[in-house]
Nanobody
Framework: QVQLVESGGGSVQAGGSLRLSCAASGYTYSRYCMGWFRQAPGKEREWVATISSGGNTGYRDSVKGRFIIAQDDAKSTLFLQMNSLKPEDTAMYYC????????????????????WGQGTQVTVSS
């Protein structure tokens, strides 16, 4: 069973940086998609960034050029480096992992993920 544990959130002022981590265990997929999602109060959960086992990355437009998604060499930890943070980035952040069919876009496959963890809170003040 896949286990994902998010950490690294906190409170920062606008323009600041945070690095989120997601420790992943219990998966055996050789081809997979991993990603970060976020959910602000009163809003739908939305995808933020994705990475495939092949190293392909994707970002929603509002974070392009500010956020970087990456994995460690052991592929056991997912990171999200968040720079130039804005108040609208305030949300609970979650990571997700699904098997990748190597054909579909990761952000679409990750929409099917259901085993959400506790997430990590990011609060950006103006």
């Amino acid at each position: 069973q896949v286990q994902l544990v998010e950490s690294g959130g906190g409170s920062v002022q606008a323009g600041g940086s945070l690095r989120l981590s997601c420790a992943a265990s219990g998966y055996t997929y050789s081809r997979y998609c991993m990603g970060w999602f976020r959910q602000a109060p009163g809003k739908e959960r939305e995808w933020v960034a994705t990475i495939s086992s092949g190293g392909n990355t994707g970002y929603r437009d509002s974070v392009k050029g500010r956020f970087i998604i990456a994995q460690d060499d052991a592929k056991s930890t997912l990171f999200l480096q968040m720079n130039s943070l804005k108040p609208e980035d305030t949300a609970m952040y979650y990571c997700a992992l699904v098997r990748w069919d190597t054909v579909s876009w990761c952000f679409r496959l990750l929409q099917n993920f259901r085993d959400w963890g506790q997430g990590t809170q990011v609060t950006v003040s103006s």
